[in-house]
């Protein structure tokens, strides 16, 4: 089965702090792709950073960078500088590309910041 | 450019009614797919389209749901004798195609059935 495991239903940080967020999944692939999205009260999945399985180096966009573990099947998101824009669910999911290429994504994390 | 666009976007209807669920996704994607998002819960799959045929529709819960995409391009996801239990947003999704770009999602529609 595929799955994906978030274990913190919620979290917080002050503005311009640092959170991360943690996700692990779990397939037997070893062609695969990895994404963080983020869901606003909009219900608009917007996507935050994504990782293909195969690259060691971990992915970075601005504030967002990613802590690939390919052989723990973890895959944490961390939002530097956290800004009140960025709270929202925020949802960890993968693709298998050799398959239908639908995503399986996890049960989400929401994410406050507080000013 | 548009994106991948939903109507209606809130649906409420009574148990046991037919509903219809539109997605039009973004001109040229040949690939799109149907999630359901029930509350507190991430998006799961429902079906995937390439082009016009159902390549895979394992995701969908029964026999009551069903969707098309006569053209190859708007897709119907059809619900039967709505049940409480169907209440949840639908999203759909488009991309290049199956294997070749990002997949973009459409706001949703939330469904409400009382």
């Known amino acids: 089965a595929q799955t994906v495991t978030q274990s913190q239903p919620e979290m917080s940080v002050q503005e311009a702090e640092t959170v991360t967020l943690s996700c692990t999944y779990d397939t037997s692939e070893s062609d695969y792709y990895l994404f963080w999205y983020k869901q606003p009260p909009s219900r608009q999945m917007i996507l935050v950073i994504r990782?293909?399985?195969?690259?060691?180096q971990n992915a970075t966009e601005n504030r967002f960078s990613v802590n690939f573990q390919k052989a723990a099947k973890s895959f944490s998101l961390k939002i530097s500088d956290s800004q009140l824009g960025d709270a929202a669910m925020y949802f960890c999911?993968?693709?298998?590309?050799?398959?239908?290429?639908?995503?399986?994504f996890g049960t989400g994390t929401s994410l406050t910041v507080i000013p | 450019g548009a994106g991948v666009s939903q109507t209606p976007s809130n649906k409420v209807t009574e148990k046991g009614k037919y509903v219809e669920l539109r997605c039009d996704p973004i001109?040229?994607?040949?690939?799109l797919y149907w999630y359901r998002q029930s509350l507190g819960q991430g998006p799961e799959f429902l079906i995937y389209f390439q082009g016009t045929g159902a390549a895979d529709d394992s995701g969908l819960p029964n026999d009551r749901f069903f969707a098309v995409r006569p053209e190859g391009s708007v897709s119907t996801l059809k619900i039967q004798r709505t049940e409480r239990g169907d209440s949840a947003v639908y999203l759909c999704?488009?991309?290049?195609?199956?294997?070749?770009?990002?997949?973009?999602f459409g706001p949703g529609t939330r469904l409400t059935v009382t």
């Open positions: 999911a993968y693709r298998i590309p050799n398959t239908g290429n639908q995503f399986y």
């Open positions: 999704a488009s991309s290049l195609d199956r294997l070749v770009g990002e997949q973009y």
């Open positions: 001109s040229g994607h040949t690939a």
């Open positions: 990782q293909e399985a195969y690259k060691q």
